[in-house]
């Protein structure tokens, strides 16, 4: 019996895991749950890929530190043949290259691409290239695939030696390349007797890929939709229930945050309003759901006597804050005229009655937290905005559990808590918010910033307060138990050492945990040294 991990190509659509072992369960649902899907994100197939180093021991991540929304990010699993693709700004599987045939048997229609050795020459942890040549074009052409379309020669360069160009055959979803001597290729000359002669070698490497051919596909490989969902659970056609994904997250402003989803009408979490049973119903339970009791940051909190402000305007930045810093700080005030010591003692006694009920509900698979606590006053609406659709004047839920607080996951590689939770893409209403720059998760936080200051000159108390928007607070996760963030959702996030990330070393050995947050009414930014957003947090 072969040695080797089972692979099956399953053209435009995915390259599946038939491990002995998976296959001896004989089950369609087990089958499907071990595909790798174009479509799916980085975070499901990087989850599932590590849940078995026993098949796949070496994962390398690529991505680019300066720009790491604009650059693919691609997997390299060199112990098993094969590179995986996504996109940046959504991290969805966009291409499958299959690059060394003799690592793994791949095959089609269970046809192998190439006959392997019984016996493995080396160990699965190789990853050095093995000798094993691709499927020559007579056995892609008559036994695999099929007679195609002519395909697309690519010359060598001028300096290559030996010159040798490339000849990439395609089918739908599917595409194989071919070295081909520079020297016998014409563009009048038959393909098929080009491919067949002594001038043409084995296939290098072969593509997975939506599209009709590769030079079609490739115009708008990272752009084009993707016809499956993120999660490969939504793609199997069990019985078991599983929630509709999120396509975006929409920031209405007034402590409204719209869900906008895959098949089902949007859904719509109002902070204040919106309970537990609410949350479960239309998005599942949760993943995790996590408790923390920490107040080591209470010597930044403002003394109640220094709340006092106006209604209408707003002090300093909200980041300078225990209100938000700290996941377990109860803002639910209420101002007397006893002494501050008097105050202090009844909020610690209404803290340690309430801080065993507030939670966060983590929801992994969607890509954000949702703060479970008792509600404090309403969030502020964008200036200049009105009540509409957007803002129902739900009735704040006093004295019942309600969600809080939001919190929106980037993923960004390279990141402390990278790979925790599935990307999740938010923008700004820029219709409530009354500008017209786009604001998403995608904008640069300088960029953010800039429109952010603008919307909201002329709303705080003074010109001291909207100067401190402009200041952040440093959080080092490096530093391991970093007290009194409301970004630290979970501690001990896992350094798997099967993830090598690539980039600039010096960056990543130090200072890769080291963010910013920045606040503004109602929003706080975690942001990363390369000006991409982290985190933002919905209060």
């Known amino acids: 019996m072969s040695k080797y991990p089972s692979l099956q190509i399953h053209p435009g659509r995915s390259l599946g895991f038939l491990s002995m072992s998976i ?17 799916a994100s980085l975070h499901d197939v990087l989850t599932r890929l590590k849940s078995q180093p026993h098949l796949y021991p070496t994962i390398d991540v690529s991505y680019s530190p300066a720009q790491p929304l604009v650059a693919p990010v691609i997997l390299n699993l060199p112990a098993n043949g094969f590179r995986l693709r996504f996109d940046a700004p959504d991290q969805r599987l966009r291409l499958i290259e299959l690059l060394d045939f003799g690592k793994t048997q791949f095959s089609y229609k269970n046809i192998d691409l190439v006959n392997l050795p019984e016996e493995k020459a080396t160990s699965t942890a190789n990853t050095g290239p093995s000798s094993q040549h691709g499927p020559v074009f007579r056995h892609v052409y008559n036994r695999l695939m099929g007679p195609t379309f002519p395909g697309e020669y690519l010359p060598p360069k001028e300096t290559a030696e030996p010159q040798t160009g490339l000849y990439v055959l395609s089918y739908p979803g599917i595409a194989f390349t071919f070295p081909l001597q520079h020297s016998a290729w014409s563009p009048k000359a038959d393909f098929v007797s080009l491919l067949s002669s002594h001038a043409a070698a084995p296939a290098k490497s072969l593509a997975i890929f939506n599209g009709t051919s590769w030079h079609e596909a490739r115009q708008d490989l990272f752009t084009r939709p993707c016809l499956n969902p993120r999660s490969l659970a939504l793609s199997t056609k069990g019985k078991e229930y599983q929630p509709d994904e999120i396509e975006l997250v929409s920031v209405c402003g007034g402590g409204v945050v719209e869900l906008l989803r895959r098949s089902s009408s949007p859904f719509r979490i109002v902070l204040g309003g919106t309970t537990p049973q609410d949350l479960v119903a239309e998005l599942g339970p949760p993943d995790a759901i996590y408790r923390k009791n920490d107040h080591r940051l209470s010597i930044h909190k403002p003394r109640r006597r220094e709340q006092r402000t106006s209604h209408g305007s707003y002090g300093a930045s909200p980041a300078k804050s225990e209100d938000f810093l700290d996941p377990d700080y109860s803002s639910a005030h209420t101002t007397t005229d006893d002494s ?11 803290d340690q009655v309430q801080s065993s009920s507030k939670c966060f509900y983590n929801y992994f698979h969607h890509g954000f937290d949702i703060f479970i606590s008792y509600p404090s006053g309403g969030s502020p609406r964008f200036p200049h905005s009105s009540p509409s659709a957007h803002h129902p004047g739900t009735t704040r839920a006093m004295g019942h559990l309600v969600a809080t607080k939001v919190l929106l996951h980037g993923n960004i590689p390279g990141s402390y808590p990278f790979n925790r939770y599935r990307r999740s893409r938010w923008a700004i209403d820029i219709n409530a918010a009354g500008t017209s720059q786009i604001l998403d998760s995608e904008t640069s936080f300088t960029s953010l910033s800039k429109e952010l200051r603008n919307l909201w000159k002329g709303n705080y108390v003074s010109d001291q307060a909207e100067k401190a928007t402009q200041n952040a607070i440093v959080l080092d996760r490096d530093w391991g138990d970093s007290p009194g963030s409301s970004y630290e959702v979970l501690e001990g996030w896992e350094d798997s050492e099967q993830t090598l990330k690539r980039g600039s070393s010096a960056q990543e050995k130090s200072g890769s945990g080291t963010t910013q947050i920045f606040g503004f009414p109602g929003m706080l930014f975690e942001v990363l040294k390369n000006d991409t957003v982290s985190c933002l947090t919905i209060y």
């Open 23 to 39: 296959l001896a369960l004989h089950s369609v649902t087990n089958w499907l749950t071990q595909q790798l899907v174009l479509g």
């Open 340 to 350: 501050d010591a008097e105050e202090d003692a009844d909020q610690r006694d209404e």
